[in-house]
T-cell receptor
Framework: GENVEQHPSTLSVQEGDSAVIKCTYS??????FPWYKQELGKGPQLIID?????GEKKDQRIAVTLNKTAKHFSLHITETQPEDSAVYFC??????????FGTGTRLTIIP | DTGVSQDPRHKITKRGQNVTFRCDPI?????LYWYRQTLGQGPEFLTY????????KSRLLSDRFSAERPKGSFSTLEIQRTEQGDSAMYLC??????????FGPGTRLTVL
């Protein structure tokens, strides 16, 4: 089955700087890659996703890049703000059926 | 609120007891998923439904676990003879076929 690895497990950045989180996946058939943000005591919230027919997608301060050949994808957050502090999860799936999640990155924005 | 809702939000039970959780998906979403999340880990897939049909079950879903989605609307997840290892957050998500999954707030289960 699919296996997703996520790095780093913790990340601290100064407010206003950029944050990058990286994930690799094992199943070359996977074609859908969402990113979720989870705050304490809440369910995961979808923040951006990308499908295998595109290499990059951007939504305001958030962008995701996908390298199908290398089987890795990354989340980029620019101009970080205190409310960006949370745990971020990457995931992979075939056809947006069951999602296989990474182990999460705890992002802390330092004011 | 038109999001995914789950009930109860918290459940404390004694080992050996049965528990049942409910999930109400976003209206008209035809897919409903159950995941389990333990502390410090990402959610793990348990099972999913398309309408009322249960299409896939993870090997994590032992015979003590059963899920239903009668009439293709809300879903229930039952755990029989709970064990301490069942303590986790149980998350429900819903989607249209091949579209984004939206998660509910989860049910936190503690087995004493």
């Amino acid at each position: 089955g699919e296996n997703v690895e996520q790095h780093p497990s913790t990340l601290s950045v100064q407010e206003g700087d950029s944050a990058v989180i990286k994930c690799t996946y094992s199943d070359s058939a996977s074609n859908y890659f969402p990113w979720y943000k989870q705050e304490l005591g809440k369910g995961p919230q979808l923040i951006i996703d990308i499908r295998s027919n595109v290499g990059e997608k951007k939504d305001q301060r958030i962008a995701v890049t996908l390298n199908k050949t290398a089987k890795h994808f990354s989340l980029h957050i620019t101009e970080t703000q205190p409310e960006d502090s949370a745990v971020y999860f990457c995931a992979a799936s075939l056809g947006n059926e069951k999602l296989t999640f990474g182990t999460g990155t705890r992002l802390t924005i330092i004011p | 609120d038109t999001g995914v809702s789950q009930d109860p939000r918290h459940k404390i039970t004694k080992r050996g007891q049965n528990v049942t959780f409910r999930c109400d998906p976003i209206s008209e979403h035809n897919r409903l998923y159950w995941y389990r999340q333990t502390l410090g880990q990402g959610p793990e897939f348990l099972t999913y439904f398309q309408n009322e049909a249960q299409l896939e079950k993870s090997r994590l879903l032992s015979d003590r676990f059963s899920a239903e989605r009668p009439k293709g609307s809300f879903s229930t997840l039952e755990i029989q003879r709970t064990e301490q290892g069942d303590s986790a957050m149980y998350l429900c998500a819903s989607s249209f076929v091949d579209n984004e999954q939206f998660f509910g707030p989860g049910t936190r289960l503690t087995v004493l």
